[in-house]
């Protein structure tokens, strides 16, 4: 059971968002909050797995709210749902650690999907917001190419499967590897490339033209 805390400054979305939800057999709201102070104030009894966060609302926002629940409780998954998206709103919400981004108009399909492949470890920007990230990472400096030469094989193999958005447990499995080894790739990737997620990661990768669209 996927244990989410929906968090929105309109109570008539955060009804019909736990409407929508109540229709999975898989996950359990277990709270709604009204912005990020009173989210975080929840944390401790509520437990969530994973938090439905909007991002403009009074007192704290979602973007201070994503960041102070990454620093707090890391193992707490954050799924972005606003209206927003302007470039300054995605940028600091992935940069804050939010693991997706979905715009309110999402059909209930494309909602229930993100929450469970956020759970399970991947990345969903929607695409009305993905060229702005692309943007952005166009813009940005660069690991030198010598760096992505010097990978070796199976980083390579890693960096390709993080940017068609698995887990590290479906990595584990495709590639027949433990989950912890996985873990210690991904860990060195980064840190290879000098990104500080899997999301910056993935798109250098497309951008290196590293991964097949197969």
Do not use: F
């Amino acid at each position: 059971m996927i244990r989410v805390l929906i968090v929105d400054d309109q109570i008539v979305v955060c009804e019909g968002l736990r409407a929508i939800l109540s229709t999975a057999p898989n996950i359990e709201v277990v709270g709604t909050a009204h912005d990020g102070q009173q989210a975080l104030n929840l944390i401790p009894t509520a437990k969530p797995d994973l938090v439905l966060m909007d991002l403009k609302m009074p007192g704290m926002n979602g973007i201070h709210a994503t960041r102070a629940l990454r620093e707090q409780y890391p193992q707490i998954r954050v799924l972005v749902l606003t209206t927003y998206d302007g470039d300054e709103w995605v940028v600091d919400a992935i940069r804050s650690g939010a693991d997706g981004y979905l715009l309110k108009d999402s059909r209930r399909a494309e909602l229930l999907a993100a929450i469970e492949g956020t759970i399970a470890g991947q990345t969903h920007i929607d695409p009305g917001v993905a060229g702005k990230l692309l943007n952005v990472v166009r813009g940005a400096a660069i690991p030198d190419s010598s760096i992505i030469e010097s990978l070796n094989e199976r980083e390579r193999e890693i960096l390709q499967q993080i940017a068609h958005g698995l887990s590290n447990a479906e990595i584990a499995d495709r590639l027949s590897l433990a989950e912890g080894t996985v873990r210690n790739y991904v860990s060195s990737l980064l840190a290879k490339l000098d990104v500080t997620d899997r999301t910056q990661a993935a798109a250098l990768a497309w951008r290196y033209g590293l991964v097949s669209r197969e």
